[in-house]
């Protein structure tokens, strides 16, 4: 198996998809000759040429809309936002268009449309440009959202997404590009809607995604030496959201931990919280335990972002809590 | 359907033929606001009297496979670009017969079949995806036209000039129909645009553009059939300033407490589109009221259509969220 790293896994999927579908092509800004700013599509512009791997104008409005466009006629574009912080100037296109087409037309039509986006914490970037805003896009029916933390999750989730006949908003994550991940040799289309269980465990249930997956694995070790069994899971798709196994993991460990780098208050958590309570409310020995960042801009100073945004010790800190009700 | 080779002008049997269209939808839209007014009709609507030759005279010039995206005043445009008034009456009637089966509204008919990808409620935010359309008949190399209508409102917002630019850099093969009727809902054009003639704001991307007399029906079929050789041809996009009049108010009901009664009162004397063509045919009292009575008949059919028409299941709300 080989092994590829996050960014060579998004490559790998994109370039996929492209060579055996003329109607799957790229557009974002600086996307061509530069490879993209995260270096994601780098050599693709040699493979593909300019009218597939398109160079757009600093314009997500339109950029996000010409996909909508050319997807509403039946292709498979995959436009690059930047920044997710970016996402922002094309929301109107995402929540108002690309997520209701299909309904307002009564089912006539279809949008299949992704649009890859990146943030994240932990390289100081300021308040601009590390927003974990994903929780937002749940909130809207008609959007599919995906957020893999894994090389091999990122490829298969990807070419599904790129497939998927829905508007899907595919988060990755700028500190994950570097992580390695033995991946299958033949790439392997993951279904959105399907969590993964890094983990198995008998004590607490900690749901995390993206960078928090890692955090939450390293959270394990650290438990496993203090003699508690922590189970990791990762939704990897936010919507459709696999409840049934959040829902089993939970029943078997009687504790729930979720973990994300957005900001605690009415993120992705929440949500997961609420599935749990009222699908093991029976079974759960602790108050479920939330994990994110402070309720603040992310600052720039590396003290003030490190301060923010939550760790392993963190994670470690919320598996320790659902413990101690133990001795009540 | 008209053909390619012809030169742009109307033979008299097609200026009756637009004009029987053209009198369709006022019937229309003057039996919508009735049945609005006597409260039928859910939510509430806009429509587009005095704005029928646009809407006419630019979907007559569209060749099969060429789509259209609207406004949120899209009764005429849908009717123009095929779609039958039954459909589009049960649509405004909340039915599953509707065009866009009870799931739209007003607002938001559609009709992909026809070549219709859909009315839009957010002022401007239709046309990224008529680029987009566009971009996709250029890399699959169709010979299609992707068409927005939108007003002058509309190129106040950042959708207008990011399509614009995008269009005219990519040499996209779209044409953006601009019906500048000087009204943005109750904001004249002297409090929301700095430019005083529009094709300025094409002009400024570099894009080709047109002024056309949109109460001339043949004037705006000539002025799209030019347009859409020249984007068609792959030459690029085409801006369309097509001036008309509103001559109702924004939406059914408006007071028009922003609006000097007289002028309209003027402006329904001398600029409605369909009393121009009919003087233009020379049509005589007893021709008209022939042509009157047969879409008058027409209309009435399809209000008796769309209540005879089924409800949706209020259940049926959770379907067509996701393909």
């Known amino acids: ?328 | 359907m008209a053909r390619l080779e012809e030169t742009g002008t109307l033979s008299r049997e097609d200026l009756r033929e637009c004009f029987r269209e053209m009198l369709l939808i006022r019937r229309f839209e003057e039996k919508v606001e009735e049945r609005f007014r006597a409260g039928e009709l859910p939510g509430f609507l806009h429509v587009a009297i005095g704005q029928e030759a646009v809407a006419v005279g630019v979907c007559r010039a569209l060749e099969e496979g060429d789509t259209i995206a609207s406004t949120h005043r899209a009764h005429g445009h849908t009717l123009a670009k095929g779609t039958p008034p039954n459909e589009l009456m049960a649509e405004l009637y909340g039915k599953v017969e509707g065009c866009s089966h009870g799931y739209g509204g007003s607002m938001h008919l559609y009709d992909v079949a026809r070549g219709n990808m859909g009315a839009n409620a957010v002022v401007g935010g239709g046309l990224p995806a008529v680029t987009g359309a566009a971009l996709a008949y250029k890399l699959r190399g169709e010979p299609h036209v992707a068409v927005a209508f939108f007003g002058d409102g509309a190129t106040n917002i950042g959708t207008f000039h990011e399509s614009l630019n995008l269009a005219q850099l990519w040499r996209v093969p779209a044409v953006f129909v601009c019906e500048n009727n000087h009204w943005a809902e109750s904001t004249p054009a002297r409090q929301h645009l700095p430019v005083t003639d529009m094709i300025d704001r094409a002009r400024a991307f570099d894009m080709r553009a047109v002024k056309v007399d949109g109460q001339n029906v043949e004037a705006v079929y000539g002025a799209t059939r030019e347009a859409l050789d020249h984007a068609r041809s792959g030459n690029g996009p085409v801006f369309l300033d097509a001036e008309t009049y509103r001559l109702v108010g924004h939406y059914v009901g408006d007071p028009q407490v922003y609006r000097d009664k007289e002028e309209v009162r003027r402006l329904r004397e001398t600029e409605d589109p369909i009393t121009k063509l009919r003087e233009r045919l020379e049509l005589s009292d007893e021709e008209f009221g022939e042509v009157d009575a047969e879409v008058t008949e027409i209309v009435e059919a399809s209000v008796e259509f769309a209540k005879a028409g089924t409800d949706p299941a209020p259940e049926d709300a959770l379907k067509n969220v996701y393909a």
């Open chain 1, 1 to 328: 198996m080989p092994e590829l790293t996050y960014r060579e896994a998004v490559r790998d999927a994109l370039a996929t998809a492209m060579r055996r579908d003329e109607d799957v092509f790229v557009m974002g800004e600086d996307i061509a000759e530069m490879g993209g700013s995260m270096g994601v599509t780098q050599g693709m512009l040699a493979e593909f040429g300019p009218e597939r791997v398109r160079n757009t104008p600093i314009s997500e409005m339109a950029l996000v809309g010409a996909g909508i466009g050319a997807a509403m006629q039946g292709m498979r574009p995959v436009v690059e936002v930047m920044y997710e912080d970016f996402l922002t100037l094309s929301t109107e296109q995402l929540v108002n268009q690309a997520a209701k087409h299909r309904y307002m037309s009564g089912g006539q039509l279809k949008v299949p449309l992704t649009i890859r986006t990146q943030g994240g914490a932990g390289w100081s970037p300021g308040a601009q440009h590390a927003q974990q805003l994903e929780a937002w896009f749940v909130h809207i029916p008609g959007l599919k959202v995906v957020f893999p933390a894994t090389p091999t999750d990122v490829r298969g989730l990807l070419f599904a997404s790129i497939y998927d006949d829905n508007p899907v908003v595919f988060f990755e994550h700028r500190m994950l590009y570097g992580v390695k991940e033995e991946v299958p040799d033949e790439l392997e289309p993951i279904e959105l809607g399907k969590a993964r269980i890094h983990r198995e465990g008998e004590d607490v249930t900690v749901v995390a995604i993206g960078p928090l997956v890692h955090e939450a694995l390293k959270a394990a070790e650290q438990a496993e030496g203090e003699g508690i069994s922590v189970e990791v899971l990762d939704p990897r798709t936010l919507q459709p959201l696999d409840e049934e196994a959040l829902i089993a993991s939970v029943k078997k460990t009687n504790r729930c931990v979720v973990a994300h780098e957005a900001i605690t208050r009415m993120g992705f958590g929440a949500e997961v919280a609420a599935v749990v309570q009222h699908g093991a409310f029976d079974w759960l020995d602790a108050p479920i335990e939330r994990v994110g960042a402070r309720f603040t801009p992310l600052p720039f100073a590396p003290v003030m972002e490190e301060w923010c945004v939550p760790h392993a010790e963190d994670v470690l800190a919320a598996i320790r809590k659902t413990l101690e009700r133990d001795g009540d």
